[in-house]
């Protein structure tokens, strides 16, 4: 492992300005692109897409083509597991009432995307990449920690979501911990499909989310939901009759489409194409690509989200255990053990879910189901490998051989998955999923925080900085967003009921706020609020006279501002 010397050196060789020194922790120094011998060993950057030369037109569909693919990674977050049990919780529980909370949140994970692109596309670096250049060394070291949890929590999902399809396609004969091992192994194989070219990987990508499409709009055919009552859910911000088990349910989806790992995974992705980040036009109009890309890719994954919320608004929405267990028991399921005799409202998770499409709606049904979650599990532990290589890339820093990164990045996730798979049973998986939920939401501000903050910087973003708008608009959705998780945090806690872990979550809640504190502080000093820095004489460089401007990947030319 090797430290970033010539960052500590950088600000250990520059004088006092204003009586603040550069490297108090309120100083943000203007950064440069990585040079070519700094630039990290990474599989998916081996290879640079060109962009076609197209100067007479103002929008240009084969541009738009070359700059595909990221969004589309991306949006494979907004289609994993977790999201789709999230999704058929919904429809059971509050039927097509909660569709206009989908879509706020998708629309809201598409602004957030959007600075996440555009810090890669203007710095050449990924968010971690930044983060380890600029706060000081412990904080760093712990944002780094919570960042992975977020990962592990993700991988977790995304691994057991593939084993439970693996167990409905087998008809139950490949336990659990299998499916986690043909998994953990199917993915060694399909990450170094990047060799054959970047633009087979991100095709193969596109295949497995044309899956997820076919097999959930088939269940949306099959089921045949009201077109009406859809449109109305979508667009009519209301929820008649709700109560704390639909709005809990609303705040499960927030949590589930917004992820803390994919505003790293996106900013690091942009960077596969050849952008002459030295030329300003050339930036911006990376920015316009990138971003109509993402709307597009998240259109898709949004009419995914709609097909899956749909049909169990439709089919199992007020239904009850007793009502599904004779409907089991007429067609000859062998789950029918699963659904108790009592009029109890159904639970159901991405299990249960396949089994009671396979009771109403015939075998076909159920593994087809089975099929479009093994496309969702599988394509999001690939990106979510990519999301753990990026982060411990930039914030430690590894000049590691390909092999031992996503050897590294699989197994730090591997080992709680298999004991989770090995004690725990297929058919009551739902806790351990709340669990993952809730500690996902919590690492929510340590990828939020970060990216507002640095896309706010002159002396970082330059030209390409937000603006007045964007500054409080984006401070205002990130503290409703924190906060929207931090309910669905407290909710969980309170159910627990033992005093011993009450207290535990109360001390652990005073580290926490502590850091977030810390982060939102240096937040408001990047925002221009200068009077929270020490002793109010902070300067935050806005046209740094010694500024590293938009420089290539390879350029290493100071540029006089």
Request: proline share 3%; charged share 10%; net charge neutral.
């Given at each position: 492992m090797k430290t970033n010397q010539d960052s500590d050196l950088l600000e250990e060789n520059q004088p006092q300005q204003n009586g603040v020194s550069p490297s108090s922790p309120t100083h943000y120094n203007a950064i440069s692109s990585p040079t070519a011998d700094e630039e990290p060993i990474s599989t998916y950057f081996e290879e640079k897409i060109p962009i076609p030369e197209d100067a007479t037109q103002i929008f240009s569909f084969r541009k738009l083509w070359a700059f595909t693919g990221p969004g589309f990674l991306m949006s494979i977050a907004y289609l994993d597991p977790g999201n789709i049990e999230s999704d058929l919780q919904s429809g059971a529980k509050a039927g097509f009432k909660l569709l206009w909370v989908l879509l706020g949140a998708t629309v809201i994970g598409l602004l957030l995307q959007r600075l996440a692109a555009r810090l890669g596309v203007v710095t050449g670096m990924h968010l971690a990449e930044v983060c380890n250049r600029q706060y000081p060394t412990v904080p760093r070291i712990i944002l780094w920690l919570m960042v992975e949890l977020a990962i592990i929590g993700s991988d977790m999902q995304e691994v057991i979501g593939c084993a439970i399809a693996f167990n409905l396609l087998s008809f139950g004969r490949i336990p659990l911990w299998v499916g986690v091992l043909i998994t953990i192994i199917d993915t060694f194989v399909f990450l170094f499909l990047d060799k054959y070219g970047l633009r087979k990987l991100e095709a193969f990508f596109g295949f497995l989310i044309t899956i997820m499409a076919v097999s959930f709009g088939y269940e949306y055919v099959r089921v045949a939901p009201d077109q009406g009552q859809v449109l109305k859910g979508m667009f009519v911000p209301y929820c008649e009759g709700c109560g704390p088990v639909q709005l809990e349910q609303a705040v499960g989806i927030?949590?589930?489409?917004?992820?803390?790992?994919?505003?790293?995974?996106?900013?690091?992705?942009?960077?596969?194409?050849?952008?002459?980040?030295?030329?300003?036009?050339?930036?911006?109009?990376?920015?316009?690509?990138?971003?109509?890309?993402?709307?597009?890719?998240?259109?898709?994954?949004?009419?995914?989200?709609?097909?899956?919320?749909?049909?169990?608004?439709?089919?199992?929405?007020?239904?009850?255990?007793?009502?599904?267990?004779?409907?089991?028991?007429?067609?000859?399921?062998?789950?029918?053990?699963?659904?108790?005799?009592?009029?109890?409202?159904?639970?159901?998770?991405?299990?249960?879910?396949?089994?009671?499409?396979?009771?109403?709606?015939?075998?076909?049904?159920?593994?087809?189901?089975?099929?479009?979650?093994?496309?969702?599990?599988?394509?999001?532990?690939?990106?979510?490998?990519?999301?753990?290589?990026?982060?411990?890339?930039?914030?430690?820093?590894?000049?590691?051989?390909?092999?031992?990164?996503?050897?590294?990045?699989?197994?730090?996730?591997?080992?709680?998955?298999?004991?989770?798979?090995?004690?725990?049973?297929?058919?009551?998986?739902?806790?351990?999923?709340?669990?993952?939920?809730?500690?996902?939401?919590?690492?929510?501000?340590?990828?939020?925080?970060?990216?507002?903050?640095?896309?706010?910087?002159?002396?970082?973003?330059?030209?390409?900085?937000?603006?007045?708008?964007?500054?409080?608009?984006?401070?205002?959705?990130?503290?409703?967003?924190?906060?929207?998780?931090?309910?669905?945090?407290?909710?969980?806690?309170?159910?627990?009921?033992?005093?011993?872990?009450?207290?535990?979550?109360?001390?652990?809640?005073?580290?926490?706020?502590?850091?977030?504190?810390?982060?939102?502080?240096?937040?408001?000093?990047?925002?221009?609020?200068?009077?929270?820095?020490?002793?109010?004489?902070?300067?935050?460089?806005?046209?740094?006279?010694?500024?590293?401007?938009?420089?290539?990947m390879d350029s290493d030319a100071l540029v006089e501002s």
């Open positions: 927030v949590g589930a489409v917004i992820m803390p790992h994919n505003i790293y995974l996106h900013s690091a992705l942009v960077k596969s194409r050849e952008v002459d980040r030295g030329n300003k036009k050339e930036v911006k109009e990376a920015n316009k690509y990138f971003f109509i890309e993402s709307c597009i890719a998240l259109f898709v994954s949004f009419l995914i989200n709609v097909f899956v919320v749909a049909v169990f608004a439709e089919a199992f929405y007020d239904k009850t255990n007793i009502e599904v267990n004779q409907q089991c028991n007429e067609t000859g399921s062998p789950h029918t053990d699963l659904f108790p005799l009592d009029n109890k409202t159904l639970q159901v998770d991405i299990y249960k879910g396949g089994v009671v499409l396979g009771c109403f709606f015939g075998p076909a049904a159920l593994y087809i189901w089975a099929v479009g979650i093994l496309a969702a599990g599988q394509s999001s532990t690939m990106t979510g490998t990519y999301s753990g290589q990026f982060v411990m890339e930039g914030f430690l820093n590894l000049r590691w051989s390909r092999f031992a990164r996503v050897l590294l990045t699989r197994s730090i996730a591997i080992f709680p998955t298999l004991l989770v798979a090995i004690f725990q049973n297929v058919e009551h998986l739902t806790g351990m999923n709340d669990f993952l939920n809730v500690l996902q939401s919590m690492q929510l501000p340590f990828a939020l925080i970060p990216i507002l903050t640095f896309t706010s910087l002159q002396s970082i973003m330059n030209d390409f900085a937000n603006g007045l708008v964007w500054k409080i608009g984006g401070g205002v959705t990130i503290l409703m967003v924190c906060a929207i998780n931090m309910y669905f945090v407290v909710v969980y806690v309170t159910a627990l009921n033992s005093v011993v872990l009450y207290v535990f979550s109360a001390l652990l809640s005073i580290a926490y706020l502590c850091f977030v504190g810390y982060l939102v502080w240096q937040c408001l000093i990047a925002l221009g609020v200068s009077c929270l820095s020490c002793g109010g004489r902070i300067q935050v460089p806005s046209r740094h006279i010694d500024i590293y401007l938009l420089s290539n």
